[in-house]
């Protein structure tokens, strides 16, 4: 069984930044994603097993950051410039495949979430 634990979000101004956390209960390739409300999931970023590869959509491109600290088996988002319309709940999942992807269906667990809102 794999657990995923999210910290991180909270309440930010437009401008300002966050940096989500997820610790994983082995090494997997991660992806973070973000529902807002009455909006469907969607992709936001993804990280390979040694964090040389990594992907952003480009809604967040020069924005947000995906890294991972293997040793600590912990995937961060580095969230800057954060925009009113970034306001959702934000989940880590994992896949042990290799590839970064952006189906959710490819993802095979999930953490529950945190909630990242930004006012204006």
């Known amino acids: 069984q794999v657990h995923l634990v999210e910290s991180g979000g909270g309440l930010a101004q437009a401008g300002g930044s966050l940096r989500l956390s997820c610790v994983a209960s082995g090494l997997y390739t991660m992806g973070w994603f973000r529902q807002a409300p009455g909006k469907e999931r969607e992709f936001v970023a993804g990280?390979?097993?040694?964090?040389?590869?990594?992907y952003v959509t480009e809604s967040v491109m020069g924005r947000f950051t995906i890294s991972r600290d293997n040793a600590r088996n912990t995937v961060y988002l580095q969230m800057n410039s954060l925009k009113p319309e970034d306001t959702a709940v934000y989940y880590c999942?994992?896949?042990?495949?290799?590839?970064?992807?952006?189906?959710?269906?490819?993802?095979?667990?999930w953490g529950q979430g945190t909630q990242v809102t930004v006012s204006s």
């Open positions: 999942a994992a896949r042990r495949g290799p590839s970064i992807v952006t189906m959710m269906s490819d993802y095979m667990y």
């Open positions: 990280i390979g097993w040694s964090g040389n590869s990594t």
